[in-house]
C-alpha cells in the first residue's frame, strides 16, 4: 500500500537514488551516457543534501511511500513564475511501480499544496521533448504544451524541452 508524506531531510539519500536510477531510464539517449553511468548519481546527491540542509522558503517535497521505502517524489516551487504560476521540478516514480496512479497522486498532491499556500493559480514544468512517456502522462493530466527551447544538459549538451502548463491548479483536483 502507498501512502504520501511530505519529505524529511533523512530523505535526502534515497529520493537522489531514485533521482538518478529514474533519469538513467527515462534519459538514456538525451544526457549523455557518460553523465548517466558516472555522475548523475553524485550530481544528484549533491542537489538534494543542498535542498533539504537550505531549502527555499517556496519548496515542498511529498513522497510516495510502499514498506518504509521511497518510491516516488514530486518537488514544486510555489509562485515560481509570474506567467505560469508554481515550478514542478521533479516527479519521479520508481519504474517497477509506473502506470498505478502514484505519479498522477504526487502531481495532485502538489497541486492541493499550490492552491492552499500560492498566490499565482498556476502550474508548470519543462520535459525533454524525447521522453514521450512523460509528454502523455502531461497530456493525460491536461497539462498543454506551451513551449518549446533548447536547454542545456547536465553533463553536457542540449536538448529541446518543453513547457506544460496547467493555467489553474483546479483542473488537476
Avoid at 515550478?87 to 502514484?102: M, P, T
Wanted: hydrophobic share 40%; aromatic share 12%.
Amino acid at each position: 500500500m502507498i501512502t504520501y508524506r511530505e519529505a524529511l531531510p533523512v530523505d535526502a539519500e534515497p529520493i537522489a537514488q531514485l533521482h538518478a536510477r529514474s533519469w538513467r531510464h527515462a534519459y538514456r539517449g538525451i544526457l549523455s551516457d557518460d553523465y548517466l553511468d558516472s555522475n548523475a548519481l553524485d550530481d544528484r546527491r549533491a542537489l538534494w543534501q543542498e535542498r533539504f540542509n537550505r531549502p527555499a522558503y517556496s519548496q515542498y517535497i511529498l513522497t510516495a511511500i510502499e514498506d518504509d521505502q521511497i518510491k516516488g517524489f514530486v518537488c514544486v516551487y510555489r509562485d515560481y513564475d509570474e506567467q505560469w504560476g508554481a515550478l514542478v521540478d521533479n516527479l519521479h516514480v520508481s519504474r517497477e511501480l509506473k502506470g498505478q496512479g502514484i505519479g498522477s497522486e504526487l502531481l495532485r498532491g502538489a497541486a492541493r499544496w499550490v492552491r492552499q499556500t500560492s498566490s499565482h493559480p498556476g502550474l508548470h514544468l519543462w520535459v525533454f521533448e524525447q521522453n514521450l512517456a512523460a509528454r502523455r502522462f502531461y497530456g493525460y493530466l491536461g497539462g498543454e504544451s506551451v513551449e518549446r527551447a533548447v536547454k542545456a544538459n547536465p553533463g553536457g549538451g542540449d536538448a529541446v524541452s518543453l513547457r506544460y502548463v496547467w493555467r489553474t491548479v483546479d483542473s488537476l483536483l
